[in-house]
């Protein structure tokens, strides 16, 4: 094992210029932890919000190591772990320490603030917050799934029940809502894409989609939305935008369906008109990722149909800020990936 490895840091100040790759003393793991050679890492709106100093959920204490996402193998074991062994491939979940559950538990904190991120070769993590990797994935496919599948896996699935025949409104064509497509394919239902490209939208269909919306040309979306489903409504929405998009949501649902508070892209802090949620009876759900049993869940669902990620672009390590910066041009369809 070597004795330093390299990690990028957001040194001196928050912003895509501080993010600078360094060189640290390599971790050991205690005795219930294990030690992983990082091989991928994929990138979240929040983790370019929280190097830029523009996360909602505020600011971390400087430095600090971005990365929510990754994958690796595991190199060395502490003498108490027992599930796992050294050459084991595995995915941490984004919430370290929530097991099961509806809400996390008081000492579940999550990855890339205010725990360490993964953007490093090597990193300690506890055992028990770890997955093993499926044979048909690979390290840069597992390592697009702790946030952006398990969202939308807890969303459609283990909160909205969704069934055979529903509507499932998707906003953009971005992690969460590609994998939202894909999981409500998988599930029969029936799939509505928003996005301002008509070329993402055409690739939206290639997926499954089974109709599209650009919202610029068509601005009143909710109104098509409730066009394409008869006028009843749209059962579930995976809601991206926040305060720009919350709104039409609500107008686009369904009576009794569910919105899925996921996002902020469009902006945060704005007021909500309750009579929206009053008139639809809304069920509006703050989704905060999900627990390890909810990743397993989607695991096992998703690849026995033969399932895979849809991977926009794949950077080097030696080039992670262009990755950063990828992601903050907002171009990508699906996710992006570093790769060690």
């Known amino acids: 094992m070597p004795a330093t490895h390299h990690l990028y840091m957001v040194r001196g100040a928050v912003g895509l210029s501080n993010l600078v790759l360094t060189e640290a003393a390599t971790p050991v793991p205690g005795p219930d932890e294990v030690l992983i050679r990082v091989r991928a890492v994929s990138l979240n709106f929040r983790d370019l919000d929280t190097v830029r100093g523009t996360y909602p959920g505020g600011q971390y204490a400087l430095p600090f190591i971005p990365g929510s996402d990754a994958a690796g193998e595991i190199v060395a074991t502490g003498n108490r772990v027992t599930e796992f062994r050294t050459g084991d491939r595995v995915v941490p979940n984004f919430w370290q320490h929530w097991q099961t559950g509806d809400i996390p538990p008081a000492d579940a904190i999550t990855l890339a603030g205010p725990l360490p991120g993964l953007l490093r070769e090597f990193a300690v993590l506890p055992a028990s917050g770890l997955l093993k990797i499926p044979d048909s994935l690979t390290f840069g496919e597992a390592a697009t799934m702790p946030i952006a599948a398990v969202t939308a896996w807890q969303a459609l699935i283990e909160i909205g029940r ?8 998707v906003q ?3 992690g969460v809502s590609i994998f939202a497509l894909q999981i409500a394919k998988l599930a029969g239902a029936k799939v509505i894409v928003t996005s301002s490209s008509d070329e993402k939208l055409e690739r939206a269909r290639r997926l499954g989609a089974d109709f599209t919306i650009n919202y610029r040309k068509q601005p009143e979306w909710a109104a098509e939305a409730r066009r394409l489903t008869g006028n009843r409504g749209v059962q579930h929405i995976i809601e991206i935008g926040g305060a720009s998009t919350f709104r039409q949501s609500l107008q686009a649902l369904s009576l009794g369906g569910h919105v899925y508070a996921v996002g902020y892209l469009g902006g945060a802090g704005e007021g909500i008109d309750p009579f929206l949620i009053l008139k639809s009876k809304a069920n ?7 627990p390890k049993s909810s990743f397993r869940a989607f695991l096992d669902a998703y690849t026995a149909q033969g399932a895979h990620p849809v991977i926009d672009r794949v950077f080097s390590f030696e080039h992670a800020v262009d990755a950063f910066r990828h992601m903050e041009a907002a171009a990508h369809f699906g996710k992006i990936v570093i790769e060690l």
């Open 284 to 290: 509006v759900h703050g989704v905060l990722v999900g």
């Open 162 to 169: 969704l069934k055979p025949g529903e509507t499932v409104l």
């Open 172 to 174: 953009g064509t971005g």
